[in-house]
Nanobody, 124 residues
Framework: QVQLVESGGGLVQAGGSLRLSCVVS????????IGWFRQAPGKEREFVVT????????YSADSVKGRFTISRDSAKNTAYLQMNNLKPEDTAVYYC?????????????????WGQGTQVTVSS
């Protein structure tokens, strides 16, 4: 059973930074493509960024390009989401997702495994 556990969320002022972690267990980390999604109150879950297991390429939503970076550390079975220059509109619950697909996807339905989410709140 694949399990994903996020951590690192919290309250930060606009312009600040946070790093989210996603620890994966139950499957060899290198066999998984990782994605980060977020969901704000009253809104649908939206794609943030993904890193492909096959070639390591990353893809980001336009809203976070140049500010958010995804990385992965196979030795630690952990994926990271580095978030810089945070804005109030980044406030949401952030979810880590994983799938065996070779390339990343912007669609949440393409990911089989999900974490429980971690809250990120950005104050103005």
């Amino acid at each position: 059973q694949v399990q994903l556990v996020e951590s690192g969320g919290g309250l930060v002022q606009a312009g600040g930074s946070l790093r989210l972690s996603c620890v994966v267990s139950g499957r060899t980390f290198s066999t998984l493509t990782i994605g980060w999604f977020r969901q704000a109150p009253g809104k649908e879950r939206e794609f943030v960024v993904t890193v492909s297991r096959s070639d390591g390429n990353t893809y980001s939503a336009d809203s976070v390009k140049g500010r958010f970076t995804i990385s992965r550390d196979s030795a630690k079975n952990t994926a990271y989401l580095q978030m810089n220059n945070l804005k109030p509109e980044d406030t949401a619950v952030y979810y880590c997702a994983a799938d065996s697909r070779p390339f990343g996807s912007r669609r949440s339905r393409d990911y089989a495994y999900w974490g429980q989410g971690t809250q990120v709140t950005v104050s103005s």
